[in-house]
């Protein structure tokens, strides 16, 4: 009992390392989902650049976002929300109701103190010879050298212009238009300004500053440690699905597991069965031949492998489908027809996954039971007048087979990374699938639930590798 805890504790210590290693490692890779953003959305605003790293927490220092991801975060505070031809706010009139530039000017606000500037084209509005146009949010990524020019927005005649802060609104504004923001607040604040010609002609504008977000207490997000308490919704959410990573994993897993037990049993009655006759007619012309396919086996590159398996045997031949997992409709013909439909279409990745591992199983098999048969429990089993087959299965077989319990049980997380090659070969929607996606398109939660995934099944394997001991030898149940 106290091995099986420290053996816990160490399991969490490792993963609690991987999380933080996986974690910064994904973080540095190129293309973040801001980026990815800007890259297929050439005329985003640097201001909604900033913003959306703002927002996601992507300008905070690597362990600030890991802190945020483990533990979770509290969902910012949006400013309201001005749609296109919604009435006006019976309070917040800029300017006290003014037309200017041919637009009324309006700030909306929320109960967190956000506000937002927006405005709406005043109809019959005489023209003017003097105009504001519509001013961005601007983004304060840094207080101390923050400033806004505010004449780029200034049309007309802009002959001697002067500018002049209204409505309170705080910070500087100079002759030449340059707006500087002194405050370190968080938040959002509508600023509204007017501009007057050497002719005295005057404009009205405003738009909004935006610092860091402002948290909203009553929404926590949790993070991926909760998981530990059965909220699968702490995974994250996938970018590239548009959905919860709990909801792709879990339908997900059932899929490479159809591929891999096969996989793994399809080995093993293969490849222990003529490991052990390998080894008992040792350097004979079946031997060499089991040795050079085991060779060729574990030598088959498996994307390779699986395209001209599917060539042979889905092309020229039409034995099998050559990819998916079903036919699309046929759970509709019934439980039977769509079983044996989904084993049609698992029968080439099975092979195609199995193949390499039946060769290395066969030669680990061979040369445990080669070490094994030299011993003197051997020979004296064999004088004591027992049957060849009573040595080999009985005697020799059970001692063999304690190396060999390593190399199946870490092989779980083996053809579980396998798998991915396999998949995406065959296009099968299982876990190795969703890897490689997650890894194209920088689907950061997605990948990271994954590779822990795979860190877990390496560390169970070596539990489950330390339990098969104690079946197969006696002295480790004694001690």
Known sequence: MKRLG????????????????LFVLMLN???????????SNPRIKPEDVIRLKKLKGLDQPWYVQYARWMWGYYEPTAAPMIEVGSPLPATGLLFG??????????????????????????????PSRLFVQPIPNQIVDNPKNFSADLSRYVTGDTQGLQYELLDHSPGQIDRNGIYTWPQKASGQRAISFSVTNQKGDKAFGAFAVEQDPVPNYKIFNRGFIFILLGDTQAMGFSNTYKRPVWDLLSGRIANTLALMIPAILFSLMIALP??????TRQYSWFDYI???????????????????????????????????IETPGIA?????????????????????????YVGRWLRYMRASMLEVLPADYIRTARAKGLSEKIVIYKHALRNALIPIVTILA???????????????????PGIGRLEYDAISNADYYVAIVV?????????????????????????????
């Open 97 to 126: 109701g003014q037309v200017s530039g041919g637009r009324k000017w309006f700030v909306v606000k929320n109960q967190a103190g956000l506000e937002s500037v927006g405005s709406v084209v005043a109809e019959g509005a005489a």
């Open 290 to 324: 089991l040795n050079f396919l085991a060779f060729v086996g574990i030598s088959l590159p498996v994307f390779w492998f699986g395209i001209m398996v599917m060539y042979l045997f889905a092309e020229y031949l039409q034995w099998f489908p050559a990819g998916g």
């Open 6 to 21: 420290v053996r816990l504790f160490q399991m969490v210590l490792i993963l609690a390392s991987l999380s933080v290693f």
């Open 332 to 356: 509709e013909d019934g439980f039977w027809a769509e079983l044996s439909n989904r084993i049609s279409h698992a029968v080439l990745p099975v092979c195609v996954l199995s193949i390499a």
């Open 410 to 428: 870490l092989s779980i997380p083996v053809l579980f990374g396998g798998a991915v090659l396999t998949e995406t070969v065959f296009s099968w």
């Open 29 to 39: 890779m190129p293309g973040n989902p801001v980026d990815l953003l800007i890259t």
């Open 274 to 279: 003529l490991g052990i006759i390998s080894a």
């Open 451 to 479: 590779f822990l995934i795979s860190a877990l099944l390496v560390m169970v394997g070596n539990l489950l590798a330390d339990w098969l001991y104690v079946l197969v030898d006696p002295r480790m149940r004694n001690s």
